[in-house]
């Protein structure tokens, strides 16, 4: 079993920056990739960075160039950096641990947080 928790939301001014952060806690929490993905009113959830714990990393094309995912080992945390806020990237934002088929394919991943709301405003 896996608990993650995800922190730092809020609101900010487009052209701001957000840090949000995924806490992971499970004996087994470093066998599984680590993601983030959001969900907008009216909308589906959408995939935004994934990790491994090894270091390979992964980005939509969405948040490319914007947001940086990375991970602490040793507190057994992954971060979103994410720089130049549009207001279209107000959302919940949600951290996921699993075992995908693909680090793409939100649906797959088995343990989530509650979520951390992100408001951007213009």
């Known amino acids: 079993q896996v608990h993650v928790t995800e922190s730092g939301g809020g609101l900010v001014q487009a052209g701001g920056s957000l840090r949000l952060s995924c806490a992971a806690s499970?004996?087994?929490?470093?066998?599984?990739?680590m993601s983030w993905s959001r969900q907008a009113p009216g909308q589906v959830r959408e995939f935004l960075a994934a990790?491994?714990?090894?270091?390979?990393?992964y980005y939509g094309d969405s948040v490319k160039g914007r947001f940086t995912i990375s991970r602490d080992t040793a507190k057994s945390t992954v971060y979103l950096q994410m720089n130049r806020l549009k207001p279209e990237d107000t959302a919940i934002y949600y951290c996921a641990a699993g075992g995908p088929s693909s680090v793409y394919k939100t649906e797959e991943y088995d343990y989530w947080g509650q979520g951390t709301q992100v408001t951007v405003s213009s």
């Open positions: 990790t491994t714990w090894s270091g390979g990393t």
């Open positions: 499970g004996r087994t929490v470093t066998r599984y990739i």
